[in-house]
């Protein structure tokens, strides 16, 4: 089993940053990739970023040049940098992890979500 604690949301006006930490803990496992997700009231989750373990990134359309995903493989964590925030990033973030439990095993992993309100 792994988990999925994430970390560094809140409240931040217009314009401001966050930054989301995302640490995986468990036993005899190895993180493919990672990623973010977000779902707003009302709306399905969607893809924010993804990395994968040797550093290639994906972002959504809408996050692309203000968002930065990263990742320490050391720590198993992975890092949402979010700079000029609008309100429609309002939303609760999850973290995903692609993992690999054994030779013959692949699992996904959601963490619990964290809140980011971005007022006007």
């Known amino acids: 089993q792994v988990q999925l604690v994430e970390s560094g949301g809140g409240l931040v006006q217009a314009g401001g940053s966050l930054r989301l930490s995302c640490a995986a803990s468990?036993?005899?496992?190895?993180?493919?990739?990672m990623g973010w997700y977000r779902q707003a009231p009302g709306k399905q989750r969607d893809m924010v970023a993804r990395?994968?373990?040797?550093?290639?990134?994906n972002y959504a359309d809408s996050v692309k040049g203000r968002f930065t995903i990263s990742r320490d493989n050391a720590k198993n964590t992975v890092y949402l940098q979010m700079n000029s925030l609008k309100p429609e990033d309002t939303a609760v973030y999850y973290c995903n992890a692609d993992t690999r439990l054994s030779k013959a095993v692949l699992a996904n992993y959601w963490g619990q979500g964290t809140q980011v309100t971005v007022s006007s």
């Open positions: 468990g036993t005899a496992f190895t993180i493919n990739g």
């Open positions: 990395i994968t373990s040797d550093g290639t990134t």
